[in-house]
C-alpha cells in the first residue's frame, strides 16, 4: 500500500516537471500566434504594427511619364538620320474657320532602320494623322499635320515636336506650320467690355465702347441693324466706307443693379458662310465704396488675442478720403493702411482676448468724402465658438486678401442711413 502511493507521488512529480519543461519550450520557441488565436500580451508590451506617418512635405513627389522608348533594335554600326524636304510650312494667307493640312515628307539618309517615336504637337488645335514609323535606309515616310483655325485671326505659328531614334541631338526635329489668317468679315476689337463700372458714373454719363466692322471679301456686303439680347447694352451701327467698312456703338444702360450683366449684340449678314456677327458685351457694376468683407461675427468664447482685416475699395473717379476710423466698443483697437492712394485701404482690427462684447453686437463706422457714402458703418456680431489657434486666425481661416482690389465682389451693406 505504501509502495502504492510513492509511485503515485513519484508519478505527479515527473508529470509536473514534464509539463514545466514543455511551457519553457514553448515560450522560448516563441512560434507564430494562429492568426484565429487572440493574443494574450498586454496591449502596453505589445510591437506596433501600425506603420510610422508620412510627412508629405518630405514624401517623393509623382514623376512624370517616361517618354516614349524607340522599339526597333539596331545592329552594331547601324545609325538612322532623317532629313526633311522642309521643316517649315508658310500656308500664306488663308481664311479663318479653313484648317491648314499639309504632309511634311522625310527620308532616312542613314545606315539603319529610322522609327518615329513620338509626334507632339504644341497645342490642342493641332493634330497629326497616321505616319510612317519606321523607314528603313534610303526610303521617304510623311508625316501629315493639321491645324483648326478656328476663330484665330492675323499671324499664326504652331510648332511639333519629332522624336526619332536616330543617335544624339538629331533625335528631336521641331517642324512649323504658320500663315495668315483672316475673317471674311472683322469686328475689331471682338467684343464690348466696361469692366468694372461705378454705379453712380453709369448713371451720370453714357458709356460706350465702339467697335469697327471690315469686309474683308471682294463683294459689297450689307449688314442689318444690330439686335441686343439684353436691354443692358444698345447699339448702333453707321457706315463708314458704303458695303465695306461700318462702326458700331454699344451703350450701357444708365438703370441697372450691381452685379454682372452679360449679353450679346447680334447683325446678320446675308453670308452663307458667316451668317450673323456675335458680339459679346459684359460688365460688372459695382458701388461707388466697396468693403469686403462687409460684417465680420467674432466667437462669444477667445483665449487668444483675435485680428480681422477689412479691405475699402474707391470705385468712382473721384479720389477717396477716409476719416473718423472708430468703434462702438473701445476694447477694439482699430488701425488703417492706405494701400493706394485713393484708391483702397486696409482697417484692422485687434480683439483682445478678454474684450467685453455686447450681445446686440458693435459697430466700426468711418467716414468718407464721397457724398453718397458719408458714412460707412460695418456690423461685428458675436457667432458660435470658432476655434482658434495662437496666432488669433480662426479655423479654417477666413477669406484670405484680395490680391486685386478691383476684381472684389460688391459688398452688399449699404452706407450709414441708405
Known sequence: MLEQLINRRLTAIVAAALVAAGTVGTLLAKPPTPANTKDQTPPHLRASTTQPAVNNKTAAKPQPPAPPQ?????????EPKIEFDTPIYDAGRLRTGVDIQHDFWFHNTGTGPLEIIQVKPSCGCTTSGEYDRIVEPGKSGKIPLKVATGNFSGPISKSVTVLTNAPGAASTIALQIKGELWQMVQAAPSSALFGNTSSTTARESTLTRKITITNNSESPLTLASPKSSNNAFSAEIKPLEEGKKWELTVALSQELPNGAVTGNIEIETG?????????????????DVDVVPNKVAIPETRTVPMQRDFYVRNNAAKPLAIADLASSNPALKLTMQETQPGMAYRVTMEVPPDAKLSKDGETVTFSTNNPAYAKMTIPVTLGPGVPVVANGAPVPAMAPPVQNPSAMQPASGKPAGK
Open 70 to 78: 524607340a522599339t526597333v533594335q539596331l545592329k552594331p554600326g547601324e
Open 271 to 287: 453670308l452663307k458662310d458667316i451668317p450673323k456677327i456675335t458680339i459679346p458685351c459684359n460688365a460688372y457694376l459695382v458701388s
